[in-house]
């Protein structure tokens, strides 16, 4: 029987896929040796060779009581044996996992291991007695056999009609298993031929069992599981923290002290009339000839056609001396610069008129404008709508949750609002592949894995391409990341460099200001994951623990004990060295590591230091980055064998460990989100025709049609047949995985991910620019806005969300697409409510007390005048000069990354 599931002999292809293999099995030293209800073969351990007295003695009496034999033997798993393993290795569903809750005695899993992936595949009804080393060891099959022997030599000789069998005397079977019945015994006749007949089947059972858990390196786990809470250093400061928090947020939403009509001379002269509307001018660029004419962003807020009523003046409104220059032009030259999307509240103009306005003029409205800057990032101030919470002016303030639900509610950034669809159906993709991922590798599996998996399941069909393409998802977000990083830098440009000069300090507080904004949320999810969801049970109150998959906790958890530290640094994509990313803490966390990697390393040296200097030069070393990328990651994915298809065993776990969470691979969709903001910023329109209207269309279908033949393209024999063992790869001959030839796993390896980022930067430009057509009109939606600010919580809490669910089940799942639908949306409305309440407690406050103390900190402009030559603080900033021309910044009214859903 050994020789059935032996390796295949290793062949002389590639050392290190030889040596990969040989050591594929990844162990956790997971601290459990004084656990007897937990053991596990891939520890560094080996499995106990006897089995205890205690056990052997409970199970001799097990054998004479012939009601609970065949109860026991009934209620166990009936696996098929080892040829099902063979034909179905990758993920082995076994029998089912019987009927757990039949079972008088108590249960014991096979299939525990310290592999997240590591799957329950069947259940035993045993003795109290007997624990999971017992059921370890070496010579248990041979004690079921040594305790059996006094029933398997019975004769039928004697009238048992009159006496029945009775259980055994034991403290853990005195409880009542029917609640209505109060009835914990089930007495019955039989005979010594029935009863030896139980006796066979049930050593079949155990005896089959235990050889497929050591063939499937994994071990046991018996009765309900319970995780220890540990009280410190960290499970009472952090529930304490979540009380402090609870109570402050009480404390600023219920206070209503303050009245609402009381507002500061600072909120007042700041406020708008409801009926204001918003225009925003762009000047893009100074020409050759009128350099000496500087050019500055100007936000201006005019009435409504039908005149202020009021007869109050707006602050923003254009005086005598600025009217000229902040009338619009409607000639020619206009239609030349690059189109926003328009709409009734927010219309978006351009112009290139203001050459024409003399300095005195230009002056006085730009400072007119930068004095009242803060007054025209939205249309409406929360403040000065009747009936709605004031903006925040104190700690406790901060906490306002009506005030952030106004806000999440009604705040929305027309210029991008393309990129808020973008954003939710991202994170509704992420989620998508996570739970069918964790669903069918963790708790108890799936019982028909026949249904979903290769080579005739939904991962081989056109629908189950999804699943796999989800990965691009994340792809998504980093072009998103990487494009606002420059927006938001170039738009503080004049509040960031003190006379043109960009200085470290004011470098090294970005960082801070990110972390500021990250790290709050970010360790209040990973508290709740180490401290408050292991002890979420969801089973009935009859058990005292998490059920019989629970025990996967202690997988998920060691990484966070041994190097959750990594976390706080930004670093665990990187160490533990040589481990997956679903072998680390808060595995999904990865993306935040890579994204802050990115953000420190490349993108904000690249924007702050050489693109604000020279625009040129910051363009050319963004793209060359990007080059960098893309064929570092074809390299890679040549020399290393890489594959991308989540069956191709090696190939797949060598990709998982060296580059799926690396930012060398990763970091092309960043650049390439960069560069399209840096396109947009300094294009010159002047002189160059806008494409028609068939050339933007065709663009636009051509970027959707390549991203469907990335996304689906691997329906054609990518996943057609059964999925690799760790020990297997396509690459080896071994008949498995992928059909694709090598040449086409590396081409799709080496080049999916830079054709995605340009697909979706394509796309980005064409919305932002207002020539999507119905593509950003539904990305548009504000339907999309404010589950795009809940984006960053959501991504960070829905495996936790998927992780209690499903640990907490008593049995496995039965795959169906009704099912799998029913799962997916129940995780995102539970995902997206807790996100609310974290984006309430924690991300929404911490963003405002941000905003709050750097309002307090900056210091007041002096006075407008019209004196042209006034100091250079005043004057607008270059980003660069070229050979002729001077550009200028075009700064929109963009999300800042410090504002809701910071982690885009």
Not at 350 to 378: V, Y
């Amino acid at each position: 029987m050994v020789s059935e599931v032996d390796t295949p002999p290793l062949r002389d292809h590639d050392p290190d896929l030889v040596y990969l293999r040989n050591n594929a099995v990844r162990k956790l030293s997971l601290e459990d040796a004084e656990n007897d209800n937990y053991w596990s073969t891939s520890l560094y351990s080996q499995p106990p060779f006897l089995t205890s007295s205690r056990c052997v003695h409970a199970l001799r009496e097990l054998f004479a009581t012939p009601s609970v034999l065949a109860v026991a033997t009934e209620s166990s798993s009936h696996p098929t044996g080892l040829a099902s393993v063979l034909a179905q290795p990758w993920l082995y569903a076994g029998g089912g996992l019987g009927n757990i809750e039949e079972c008088p005695l108590q249960v014991c899993l096979a299939g525990a291991g310290t592999r997240r992936d590591s799957i329950t595949f069947a259940s035993v009804c045993v003795p109290f007695e007997c624990h999971a080393e017992d059921l370890a060891a070496e010579d248990f099959p041979a004690s079921l056999q040594l305790a059996a022997t006094p029933v398997l030599q019975l004769v039928n000789h004697a009238d048992d009609d009159d006496n029945p069998f009775e259980l055994i005397d034991h403290p853990e079977r005195n409880k009542p298993r029917d609640p209505y019945t109060n009835k914990d015994t089930v007495w019955f006749h039989t005979s010594p031929e029935q009863q030896r007949a139980w006796a066979e089947e049930y050593i079949t059972l155990q005896t089959r069992i235990a050889k497929l858990n050591k063939f499937l390196q994994t071990g046991w786990t018996c009765g309900s599981y319970q995780v220890p809470f540990e009280a410190f250093p960290f499970g009472v400061p952090y529930l304490l923290a979540c009380a402090l928090l609870i109570g402050l947020a009480l404390r600023g939403t219920l206070d209503r002290r303050q009245p609402q009509e009381q507002l500061s001379s600072e909120q007042e002269s700041t406020s708008l009339p409801p009926k204001q509307k918003r225009e925003t001018f762009l000047l893009i660029e100074a020409g050759p000839n009128n350099e000496s004419n500087p050019l500055v962003w100007m936000s201006s807020l005019h009435r409504k056609s039908t005149g202020n009523k009021s007869g109050t003046s707006s602050p923003l409104a254009p005086t005598q001396e600025t009217q000229s220059c902040a009338s619009l032009s409607s000639d020619a030259s206009s239609s030349d610069l690059p189109a926003l999307p328009n709409d009734t509240e927010n219309r978006v103009e351009q112009t290139s008129g203001l050459s024409n306005c003399n300095n005195d003029g230009a002056t006085a409205l730009k400072k007119r404008i930068q004095s009242n800057s803060e007054a025209a990032t939205h249309t409406v101030a929360p403040s000065t709508v009747e009936g709605k919470p004031n903006p925040p002016q104190t700690l406790v303030e901060c906490w306002n949750a009506s005030y952030h639900w106004h806000k999440l509610c009604n705040t929305r950034h027309e210029a991008t609002a393309c990129l808020d669809g973008l954003r939710v159906f991202s994170i509704l993709w992420v989620i998508l592949g996570h739970v069918m991922a964790i669903e069918s590798s963790s708790g108890g599996g799936y019982s028909n894995p026949v249904d979903f998996l290769p080579p005739n399941g939904l991962t081989t069909t056109f629908l189950g391409q999804l699943i796999f393409a989800s990965r691009f998802a994340v792809d998504t977000f980093l072009v998103i990341s990487g494009y606002l990083l420059v927006i938001v830098i170039a738009r503080k440009a004049p509040s960031l460099c003190n006379n043109g000069k960009r200085r470290w300090s004011t470098f090294f507080q970005l960082i801070g200001l990110r972390l500021l904004r990250i790290l709050p949320l970010y360790l209040l999810c990973i508290g709740f994951f180490t401290q408050v969801a292991p002890h979420m049970y969801l089973v009935g109150e009859e058990n005292d623990g998490g059920g019989p998959f629970w025990y996967q906790w202690d997988s998920l958890l060691q990484p966070c004990r041994d190097s959750g530290w990594t976390n706080l640094l930004f670093i665990n994509n990187f160490l533990p060295w040589e481990k997956s990313n679903t072998e680390t803490c808060f595995y999904h966390s990865w993306y935040l590591a890579v994204d802050m990697q990115l953000f420190v390393l490349f993108g904000l040296p690249v924007t702050f230091f050489i693109f604000l200097a020279n625009p040129t030069w910051g363009k050319r070393t963004t793209l060359a980055l990007w080059c960098t990328s893309v064929l570092l990651t074809a390299y890679l994915s040549y020399v290393r064998h890489w594959s991308i298809n989540t069956f191709d065993g090696l190939q797949v776990t060598r990709f998982d460990i060296e580059g799926y969470a690396k930012p060398h691979v990763r970091g092309q969709a960043y650049f390439a989100g960069m560069y399209v903001a840096m396109l947009q910023l300094t294009k010159n329109q002047r002189g160059a025709a806008r494409p028609s209207a068939w050339k933007q269309s065709a663009l636009m279908w051509c970027a959707i049609l390549s991203l469907g033949v990335i996304t689906f393209c691997t329906v054609t024999g990518a996943y057609a047949r059964r999925p690799c063992q760790y020990s297997e790869a396509p690459v080896l001959n071994d008949d498995c995985g992928s059909l694709w030839s090598p040449w086409a796993t590396f081409l799709y390896t080496a080049t999916s991910r830079a054709i995605w980022s340009c697909c979706i930067g394509i796309l980005m430009t064409l919305c932002l620019e207002g020539r999507g057509g119905w593509l950003n009109n539904f990305l548009s939606w504000p339907i999309w806005s404010p589950l795009a600010q809940l984006s960053f919580g959501t991504y960070l809490i829905h495996p936790i969300v998927i992780f209690v669910w499903l640990l907490g089940m008593r049995e496995k799942n039965v795959y169906s697409l009704a099912t799998f639908g029913m799962s997916l949306t129940s995780v995102c409305a539970v995902s997206f409510a807790f996100a609310l309440v974290a984006g309430l407690l924690v991300e929404f406050p911490v963003a405002s007390l941000i905003a709050m103390q750097i309002k307090k900190n900056q210091p007041r402009r002096p006075e407008a005048n019209n004196n042209t030559n006034d100091s250079n603080q005043d004057a607008p900033v270059s980003i660069g000069r070229s050979d002729q021309e001077t550009t200028r910044l075009v700064p929109t009214d963009h999300k800042e990354k410090v504002g809701y859903g910071a982690a885009s």
